[in-house]
Nanobody, 120 residues
Framework: QVQLVESGGGLVQAGGSLRLSCAAS????????MGWYRQAPGKQRELVAT???????NYADSVKGRSTISRDNAKNTVYLQMNSLKPEDTAVYYC??????????????WGQGTLVTVSS
């Protein structure tokens, strides 16, 4: 059993910053890729950023230059630092991870989400 728990969401004014955290727990051998996705009301879920175990990152064009994804492998935690927030960043943010429960078995796991609201 593996769980992801997000934290750090909340209400922030446009132009402000927020740091999201996601901690994985449970039966974990190792964690491969981790990432953040978001879903705004009436819109499809979209990728925000991903990071491999080795630290390679990928960002959506909409957040590139304003956001930084990082991870602490020792803590099984991924972070998303968001700066210069815009109202269009308002969404429920979900943490995602590819978790190896054994050296050869993996599972894609999702957190329950944390709401980020950016006011104008």
């Amino acid at each position: 059993q593996v769980q992801l728990v997000e934290s750090g969401g909340g209400l922030v004014q446009a132009g402000g910053s927020l740091r999201l955290s996601c901690a994985a727990s449970g039966s974990i051998f190792s964690i491969s890729a981790m990432g953040w996705y978001r879903q705004a009301p009436g819109k499809q879920r979209e990728l925000v950023a991903t990071i491999t175990r080795g630290g390679s990152t990928n960002y959506a064009d909409s957040v590139k230059g304003r956001s930084t994804i990082s991870r602490d492998n020792a803590k099984n935690t991924v972070y998303l630092q968001m700066n210069s927030l815009k109202p269009e960043d308002t969404a429920v943010y979900y943490c995602n991870a590819v978790v190896f429960t054994t050296p050869i078995s993996n599972l894609e796991v999702w957190g329950q989400g944390t709401l980020v609201t950016v006011s104008s």
